[in-house]
């Protein structure tokens, strides 16, 4: 044997070598035997019950459950605004405190929630007034984000001039503004027809590309679900609690809308479709 036959034998195969083999990347939140029990006047309510998920950096994850299945609960423990009961919580591998406290995120609530007497420009700079951050930034970075969800011709307006639709966008571009690696949006769309809500998840698929967060995003929707994600967490209420988890990253980064219409997203759907219903069936 040749001795570069004998060194190259002298190396075990490929995946075992600790130094090649590719780190995976530390989740951006990791829940482990997540529990919250809400003590209720009448009896406790089991919000989350033994929810263990990790999300990856870059993810677009969807959670979609009947009304009452936890989901609002699991992204505001994320967020720091409720304490679970029990089991482990990180979020970019520290506490849900300190990544609050880090300001790692940014939240998109159910409904836009801005001041009216506010311009846009002022509402989308108010986190960064917040943080302390100078005047002659604070324009430039609202100039940019306003410019990323397309309102720039709307930084003078008040919210009551703006469609829902718009108002939406300017709540994403509030929560983008001081730039945080994740994105928690609870229902966004969720009051919004048909049609802006399409024009939408279009243009917040553009977004998630250009800017590589990680994205939770709560619907009751099984397309925009499916459309949006890398993965749809499907769950059950009473105790709230994970039933199927549906990798749909397979339908690839680009999306057109027309992809709905797709073989391979219509067995995503109903393979969604069977989570909720499996669900349903473990509540009787
Ligand atoms: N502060 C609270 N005190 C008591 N029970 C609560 C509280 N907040 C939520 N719950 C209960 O916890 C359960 C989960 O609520 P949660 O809002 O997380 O569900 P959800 O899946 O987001 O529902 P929806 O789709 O209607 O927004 C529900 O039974 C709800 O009534």
Same mark, same amino acid.
């Given at each position: 044997?040749?001795?570069?036959?004998?060194?190259? !034998?002298?190396?075990?195969?490929?995946?075992?070598?600790?130094?090649?083999?590719?780190?995976?990347?530390?989740?951006?939140?990791?829940?482990?035997?997540?529990?919250?029990?809400?003590?209720?006047?009448?009896?406790?309510?089991?919000?989350?019950?033994?929810?263990?998920?990790?999300?990856?950096?870059?993810?677009?994850?969807?959670?979609?459950?009947?009304?009452?299945?936890?989901?609002?609960?699991?992204?505001?423990?994320?967020?720091?605004?409720?304490?679970?009961?029990?089991?482990?919580?990180?979020?970019?591998?520290?506490?849900?405190?300190?990544?609050? !406290?880090?300001?790692?995120?940014?939240?998109?609530?159910?409904?836009?929630?801005?001041?009216?007497?506010?311009?846009?420009?002022?509402?989308?700079?108010?986190?960064?007034? !917040?943080?302390?951050?100078?005047?002659?930034?604070?324009?430039?970075?609202?100039?940019?984000?306003?410019?990323?969800?397309?309102?720039?011709?709307?930084?003078?307006?008040?919210?009551?001039?703006?469609?829902?639709?718009?108002?939406?966008?300017?709540?994403?571009?509030?929560?983008?503004?001081?730039?945080?690696? !994740?994105?928690?949006?609870?229902?966004? $769309?969720?009051?919004?027809?048909?049609?802006?809500?399409?024009?939408?998840?279009?243009?917040?698929?553009?977004?998630?590309?250009?800017?590589?967060?990680?994205?939770? $995003?709560?619907?009751?929707?099984?397309?925009?679900?499916?459309?949006?994600?890398?993965?749809?967490?499907?769950?059950?209420?009473?105790?709230?609690?994970?039933?199927?988890?549906?990798?749909?990253?397979?339908?690839?980064?680009?999306?057109?809308?027309?992809?709905?219409?797709?073989?391979?997203?219509?067995?995503?759907?109903?393979?969604?479709?069977?989570?909720?219903?499996?669900?349903?069936?473990?509540?009787?």
């Amino acid at each position: 044997m040749s001795r570069a036959g004998a060194l190259a !034998l002298k190396q075990p195969p490929e995946p075992d070598r600790p130094a090649l083999r590719a780190a995976a990347p530390r989740p951006v939140v990791s829940a482990r035997g997540l529990c919250l029990t809400y003590e209720a006047a009448d009896a406790p309510v089991r919000a989350l019950a033994d929810v263990d998920l990790d999300v990856a950096p870059g993810e677009f994850v969807s959670f979609i459950g009947p009304s009452g299945c936890g989901k609002t609960t699991l992204l505001r423990c994320v967020a720091d605004l409720e304490q679970p009961t029990g089991g482990e919580l990180t979020v970019n591998g520290v506490s849900a405190e300190a990544a609050r !406290l880090r300001r790692d995120y940014g939240f998109v609530f159910q409904a836009p929630a801005l001041y009216p007497w506010r311009t846009i420009e002022r509402n989308v700079a108010l986190p960064l007034e !917040l943080f302390g951050v100078p005047r002659a930034e604070r324009r430039e970075r609202v100039a940019r984000y306003l410019d990323l969800v397309q309102l720039s011709g709307f930084a003078k307006k008040f919210p009551w001039q703006l469609s829902g639709g718009m108002q939406s966008r300017a709540s994403i571009a509030r929560a983008l503004c001081f730039d945080p690696k !994740l994105l928690l949006m609870d229902e966004p $769309f969720g009051a919004l027809d048909e049609i802006v809500r399409d024009h939408l998840n279009a243009q917040l698929l553009a977004l998630w590309r250009a800017t590589a967060k990680t994205v939770l $995003f709560v619907t009751h929707s099984i397309p925009e679900a499916v459309y949006l994600s890398t993965r749809v967490v499907v769950m059950s209420p009473r105790p709230g609690r994970i039933v199927d988890i549906v990798d749909c990253a397979g339908l690839g980064p680009e999306r057109p809308l027309e992809i709905r219409e797709s073989p391979e997203f219509l067995r995503l759907g109903q393979r969604v479709r069977e989570g909720l219903r499996a669900g349903h069936a473990y509540d009787a």
